[in-house]
């Protein structure tokens, strides 16, 4: 946060979570390409650098860095478009073999995380009464996955906490939705055994890894200013209902 | 800041945040106007807002961040929130409790 970017004040702002990497990298160029200031957020520093892109080390579970991340946010910018709940750690072990620790840290990013950056997110729009927010969730939620018990479960509070402040923040201006990926070679999935992960795309309707772009697809959708009619929606990929 | 300082924040947004039509027609928000409640000048969705409204001058005005979230908000009896009193008295123990910068 010591170099301060350039004048944004007309430019829409937008904030990434968990952008080190993956899809949250991909999506904070896409967006930034697309004329965003993009900010995003991190425990450690990303090894890259684009313009229009200010990173900011927060751990999205933790209230005061949250809290912290947006004051910021406010001072620099006074405003924010659209806020992305990508950040999520997954877990792929036998229920009777996980470690409680596991579970705790886990809900905290997926959960609590996705709650305070909304929380926060949503404060900051209501001024201007425009806001988008898309949360992530995964196909593992509606497949009920063996294996995921933990992180399709924290999944599934994150959709109904989509639905819910769909509700509670209509009323501001904002809309919030959540888009559902299918497997992405990213890291998330790097430990998962091939045959495991080949049986999961015969599930889909389309039987392929998910991309970026499809992703991006999605997010693009939602965030459109003429979505402002769509809010409460979870959108699976692959084919997936 | 002082206890008064804290009621005419508190009825200076209120006032902002109800448009001059309405504030006129309520007489002059002081300690003893009810903000939620039974006999409230204020809807939930009302509250949300001006509470939303009062963290964010506080903060502008006064360098104060305060997080204005209570379990009990939307309690009629128990709210801090249900009067100008009881607001002014849970923000002042807020910044009571805050670490000196």
Redesign the interface.
């Known amino acids: 946060m010591s170099n301060p970017p350039p004048d944004t004040s007309e430019r829409p702002v937008a904030l990434i979570t968990g952008t080190r990497k993956g899809i949250g990298r991909h999506l904070a160029e896409h967006l930034a390409d697309r004329g965003y200031m993009v900010v995003g957020c991190s425990r450690e520093m990303p090894d890259w650098s684009i313009g229009n892109y200010e990173h900011v080390l927060a751990d999205i579970a933790e209230e005061n860095d949250v ?1 912290r991340l947006f ?1 910021h946010i406010q001072k620099q910018y006074r405003r924010l478009d659209v806020a992305i709940n990508n950040a999520g750690i997954a877990s792929m072990n036998h229920a009777l073999l996980i470690p409680i620790a596991t579970f705790d840290r886990l809900f905290a990013v997926n959960v609590r995380g996705t709650f305070l950056v909304c929380r926060e997110a949503a ?1 900051v729009m ?2 201007r009464r425009f806001g988008r927010i898309v949360n992530f969730t995964t196909i593992a939620a509606p497949l009920a996955l063996e294996g995921e018990s933990i992180y399709a479960a924290s999944k599934a509070a994150v959709e109904n906490l989509t639905r819910v402040l769909s509700r509670e923040l209509a ?1 501001f201006g904002i809309t919030v939705n959540a888009v559902g990926p299918s497997p992405i070679e990213t890291d998330l999935i790097r430990g998962v055994p091939k045959d495991a992960l080949q049986k999961l795309l015969d599930r889909l309707a389309i039987r392929r890894f998910g991309t970026f772009a499809d992703v991006a697809n999605v997010v693009d959708f939602f965030i459109n200013p003429g979505s402002d009619y769509v809010t409460g929606q979870i959108l699976y990929l692959g084919g997936v209902s | 800041m002082k206890r008064e300082e804290v009621i005419d924040l508190i009825a200076t947004t209120a006032t902002d945040f109800l448009g001059s039509a309405r504030a006129s027609e309520l007489g002059k928000i002081d300690e003893k106007t009810r903000l939620f409640g039974r006999e409230g000048i204020l809807d939930s ?1 009302g509250l949300v ?1 001006l509470l ?1 409204d009062i ?2 001058q506080l903060n502008e005005r006064h360098g104060v ?1 305060l ?1 204005l979230s209570d379990d009990r908000a939307m309690s009629q009896t128990r709210s801090p929130f249900r009067s100008v009193e009881t607001l002014t008295d849970y923000i002042l123990a807020l910044m009571h409790e805050q670490p000196a910068a």
Request: proline share 0%.
């Open positions: 809290k004051a404060k209501r001024a009323s | 969705l807002n939303l963290e964010q961040s997080s």
